[in-house]
């Protein structure tokens, strides 16, 4: 069975009206449908014209690939729209969340907090989740926003008796947001390593399209404001129905692009994201929600997805690199020497420090004094290890003890 707000679909194709418990977020009352299902599915045309498939995968990631999330072994993973103001990125999150609700309810916004986001995605279950506008979101706040969404439940807490109760929330969905910068580069700069937090975010731009000019956008914003809902009605009868068909079709297609696209296991949530907007997208499609090829867009997927890995590993930083920053981010806390022969003796000071000194440059020995403190402090800062980053640099001559 599924619930959609007020209603329970049942797999013999049967659906019954629930009734929501006092205590419901007000958000979930959102969820029920409004005007004619013909509209909707009209404005999907627009998606036939070229250059239109990073749009139209956002439609199929969030409208339809969420629900089958729980399909592919995963509790969740981030989409992040990124490109200029005024390109419809906000317009993208609307018409997803258009497609089981009231859009202007059902979307979040940067500024929402944290325990409206928990409740929010305990609501919404297996249903996307959209938050507008996260372009000034802190590194640090939007690591912890892409774990909560990715780890699929709420955080264990304790009773008054210090027994851990169960957790309220659980969800099993896509998020997608919009930003006017990337969230990928934002996370890369927070730490060493921050691929755990990179591979859970399936990040592309959307560039400005001719078909998607002011005019169209307009229209597509009236028909999704004054028809929504029945297009997830309809959706989530075609799941339901083949409820058991799911698991085999999403395993096969995840097979076909993890062959297509080269990928490897660290790509697995990225190649999930894709493997459920897909199969979400032929199910609507067979379904007549939708009238543009899948086809073409699974093309575009595994291009994206062949770019995205090549990124990953240029924002990955080593050791010599990590040695590189730190030395840049200290050069105001540097002395620069002469030495001549005798090392107990400064021949010629050619820099002083401005601050705290930290390094200390011999320019005729071709040689840098590193404070082991004030490295390991800096390293920590960005959770990086310091016996791994000196082990490797010392396999590399790079480092030597003094």
């Not at 997830?232 to 799941?239: S, Y």
Request: hydrophobic share 40%; net charge neutral; glycine share 8%.
């Amino acid at each position: 069975a599924c619930v959609l707000g007020r209603k329970i679909y049942y797999a013999d194709g049967s659906n019954e009206e629930g009734a929501l418990a006092n205590n419901i977020p007000e958000a979930a009352k959102a969820f029920g449908s409004k005007g004619e299902l013909e509209p909707w599915v009209e404005m999907t045309d627009v998606f036939q014209n070229e250059g239109t498939e990073g749009y139209a995968f956002a439609l199929l990631a969030g409208a339809f690939g969420a629900p089958l999330m729980k399909f592919t072994g995963y509790e969740g993973a981030m989409i992040s729209l990124v490109g200029k103001s005024g390109i419809g990125k906000t317009l993208m999150s609307r018409w997803v969340q258009s497609t089981y609700g009231d859009q202007a309810k059902l979307m979040m916004l940067r500024d929402d907090t944290r325990n409206s986001l928990i409740s929010r995605l305990g609501v919404y279950g297996n249903l996307p989740l959209t938050i507008d506008e996260v372009t000034n979101i802190e590194p640090n706040e939007l690591s912890d926003l892409v774990y909560r969404i990715t780890q699929g439940r709420d955080k264990a807490r304790l009773n008054r008796n210090a027994v851990e109760r169960a957790a309220q929330n659980h969800w099993n969905t896509l998020a997608v947001v919009s930003s006017n910068s990337s969230l990928v580069e934002k996370l890369s700069g927070l730490k060493a390593d921050s691929s755990a937090e990179m591979n859970r975010v399936f990040e592309y731009a959307l560039e400005p399209n001719e078909h998607l000019d002011r005019a169209t956008c307009t229209r597509i914003f009236r028909a999704i404001n004054e028809n929504y809902g029945l297009a997830g009605e309809q959706f989530v009868n075609r799941l339901v129905e083949g409820i058991n068909q799911h698991q085999a079709g999403l395993d096969r297609l995840s097979s076909h692009i993890e062959k297509a696209s080269g990928v490897s296991s660290e790509d697995r949530f990225w190649c999930a994201v894709v493997s459920a907007a897909i199969y979400g997208g032929m199910v609507a499609k067979k379904a007549g929600l939708i009238r543009f090829d899948v086809s073409r867009v699974l093309k575009w997927a595994i291009k994206t997805l062949q770019a995205m890995k090549a990124e990953r590993g240029d924002s990955i930083q080593d050791s010599v690199t990590l040695l590189s920053q730190f030395i840049d981010d200290h050069s105001n806390s540097r002395l620069v020497v002469e030495v001549g022969r005798n090392p107990k003796v400064v021949q010629q000071v050619l820099r002083e420090p401005r601050g705290a000194l930290y390094l200390r440059f011999e320019v005729d020995k071709e040689r840098v004094y590193i404070s082991r403190p004030r490295l390991r402090e800096w390293l920590a800062k960005r959770h990086a290890s310091y016996r791994t980053v000196t082990a490797e640099l010392d396999s590399l001559g790079v480092l030597h003890n003094a």
